[in-house]
């Protein structure tokens, strides 16, 4: 099994979605160890001292004025950790959890939180072991961490509170820690608020976004192409030396996908027939690349920001190198949860011209020779009429989860914290997009794919022949007579989901951009 080695210094993309979707193992470096026994010092040396200090001998938030005695400090954080793990609603997927927790012992390896070894250590067993803590839809704001969530994840460590087990089943966290051979942590001076005070749920889900919109991005291009040579269009709007004086790096990638999928297709340039001229193609096939590739700009700008965040140490307060333990606004998610909100923006627009693509094919006044709703017998069939239907719900839809999220602040912790990210409702609605998105690039693959068998005696390009066969073996069914429709498009669906549309035309192409 792979294992992702944890040090002092950030982790990476690769290594969160190892951890997250790959079960990698995990271990903490020689590095992070010294680190942490550190700043354990530092941290026992304040805690001994008569003075308070945030975080160590004091009460948290609006609570922070109140000196703690030494004899209430550990009861101090078993309370932090119990009282914050006050999530609601269903429960979040397995590999957000994986991610959040990963992402929370990258922080605490630092050397910057003030944790003990042996809690660390303890963070990397529950996650080898296969404990999925149970975390909550709602309750985290994106501001003083993800608090609720990471308060549940805190929870298991303590052996309290609910887990998933390695078998799928949900059971009381001490069992499975038992079973497990690890033994429960007690926290210490610190280490409840250090659990606690993070960006790790947003920006885990941040970074499975950006690998999950990577090959949906290929795969629109894919079908974008498609799309193109089924109804008959001209290649020529994807020559890089058009896209050379406007020269943004997405935009020249995803036309150059287009223009690979399309070499050597027989099919286009046919817009010139006497009985329908055509000029230029409509905007949706057009401007493919320039709205697709707006789009992979913006996921290289979202790509920065998770890089700078996964290099970083998110707590307050943090041990510095020098000694000091200061309070600090790190824990703030607005740099995340911004392009967590532009990602589902982009999203959502990418979803809309796909889905314009898609009525064009079935519309017989605009196809340009292609029976209406690519029906077999039109008007005793209806074709793929209802399929654009559930196409356009799912744009709507997106639509209305392209509302940012981050925009938004409501105060809480009696003002003291007055303005929030909401990174975390980014995110997850950001997830609920890229589902959608998903299944829009599936109907317009299935209704390209039927158009251009339709395009009877005319060869379609060597990359789409290949996209297509690969979808019929997919099990999504050819051109013909009404049938069910719905086990087409989940099939289609599940192809486009686990990257095989790249995987098909990639062979013929070579590595799409």
Known sequence: MHTVVVGTSGTTAEDVIAVARGNARIELSGEALDALARAREIVDALAAKPEPVYGVSTGFGALASRHISPELRAQLQRNIVRSH????????????VRALMFLRLKTVASGHTGVRPSVAQTM???L?????????????LGCSGDLAPLSHCALTLMGEGDAEGPDGVVRPAGELLAEAGIKPVELKEKEGLALLNGTDGMLGMLVM??????????????????????LLGTEKVLAPELHAIRPHPGQGASAANMAA??????????????????????????????????????MAHAALVASRELASAVDNPVVLPDGRVESNGNFHGAPVAYVLDFLAIAAADLGSIAERRTDRLLDKNRSHGLPPFLADDAGVDSGL?????TQAALVSEMKRLAVPASADSIPSSAMQEDHVSMGWSAARKLRTAIDNLT???????????RAIELRHGLTPAPASQAAIAATREAGVEGPGPDRFLAPDLAAADAFVRAGGLVAAVEPVTGPLA
Do not use: W
């Not at 329908?276 to 697709?292: E, G, H, L, N």
């Not at 009429?385 to 239907?389: D, E, S, T």
């Not at 299944?439 to 390209?448: F, Q, V």
């Open 261 to 298: 999928v399309l070499k050597g297709s027989g099919l286009v340039r046919h817009f010139q027939e006497e009985s329908a001229p055509r000029v230029q193609d409509a905007y949706s096939v057009r401007c493919a690349p320039q709205v697709a590739g707006a789009g992979r700009d913006t």
């Open 85 to 96: 793990a006050a999530g609601m609603g269903p429960r979040v997927e397995r590999e957000v």
């Open 385 to 389: 009429m209802i399929a654009q239907y």
């Open 209 to 230: 976004a950006l690998a999950d919109l990577d090959k949906l991005y290929k795969s629109a291009d894919i079908t974008a192409a498609l799309t193109l040579e089924a």
């Open 439 to 449: 299944r829009i690039i599936a109907i317009e693959l299935y209704a390209a794919t």
């Open 128 to 140: 080898n072991a296969g404990i999925t803590p149970v975390v909550h839809e709602y309750g985290s």
């Open 124 to 126: 990397a067993d529950v």
